[in-house]
């Protein structure tokens, strides 16, 4: 990565963020398409600043998908969600959006025990 590089100051613009607004800020300005965290490719200088969480979806033609990252100096999340296309490129809503985590208890059901 170059300085004075677009992913330079992309990533001086993730580094320096210390609110939502900020990180949001220069994720919608520098990586709209989250296409590249879907599919892993992005520049290794960058995981100083993110960490893709999950990614899930994309299923079949025209089915949701979705990332998340971690901001790593502010422990915040983010989620971009989008479709999946298998004719050509995938269609996100180019805009990130601050998530939480949070824990969700699932009753299944089994055959019973004898």
Avoid: R
């Avoid at 998908?65 to 989008?82: C, R």
């Avoid at 998530?99 to 004898?114: F, G, L, S």
């Amino acid at each position: 990565m170059e300085p004075g590089s677009s992913q330079s100051m992309f990533l001086e613009a993730l580094l320096a963020a210390t609110t939502a607004e900020q990180v949001i800020a220069a994720l919608d300005n520098w990586w709209p398409d989250a296409d590249n965290v879907y599919y892993g490719d992005y520049d290794s200088a960058l995981n100083n600043a993110v960490e893709t969480v999950e990614c899930g979806g994309a299923e079949g033609d025209g089915a949701p998908m979705y990332v998340v990252i971690k901001h790593l100096p502010t422990g915040l999340f983010f989620q971009q969600t989008g479709y999946y296309s298998s004719w050509g490129d995938s269609s996100w809503d180019n805009t990130w959006h601050q998530v939480e985590p949070v824990q969700v208890v699932v009753t299944k059901y089994e055959p019973a025990k004898k």
